[in-house]
């Protein structure tokens, strides 16, 4: 299974992007989908996270500004993440909830003025 993460940059505080992740080698519609973070120092953290039927859930505390989607049709999971502050800056990985699959290269966001 691979797992390409993409859409991540240098981007200002306030500012959003919009998150990819291409799975291939598995059966994307089967799984529950998850995206996480790990900033330096700092363990992996769960972001959001989505079901085979779509079913959201964001922690409390990203709720409002990260948002979770799916198109199986394409085999990849976006996140959408809004008003973006110094504190999201790390790297981001898709994997599934359980985290079933090797972990990939994830997406570099860094959000500075």
């Known amino acids: 299974v691979q797992l390409q993460a993409s859409g991540g940059g240098l981007v200002q505080p306030g500012g959003s992007l919009r998150l990819s992740c291409v799975v291939s080698?598995?059966?994307?519609?089967?799984?529950?989908m998850a995206w996480y973070r790990q900033a330096p120092g700092n363990r992996r953290q769960l972001v959001a996270q989505?079901?085979?039927?779509?079913?959201?859930y964001v922690p409390n505390a990203l709720r409002g500004r990260f948002a979770i989607s799916r198109d199986n049709d394409k085999n990849t999971a976006y996140l959408q993440i809004d008003n973006l502050n110094t504190e999201d800056t790390a790297t981001y990985y898709c994997?599934?909830?359980?985290?079933?699959?090797?972990w990939g290269l994830g997406t570099q966001v860094t959000v500075s003025s």
């Open positions: 080698g598995a059966n994307f519609g089967s799984a529950y």
């Open positions: 989505i079901s085979q039927t779509g079913v959201r």
């Open positions: 994997n599934t909830k359980n985290i079933a699959w090797s």
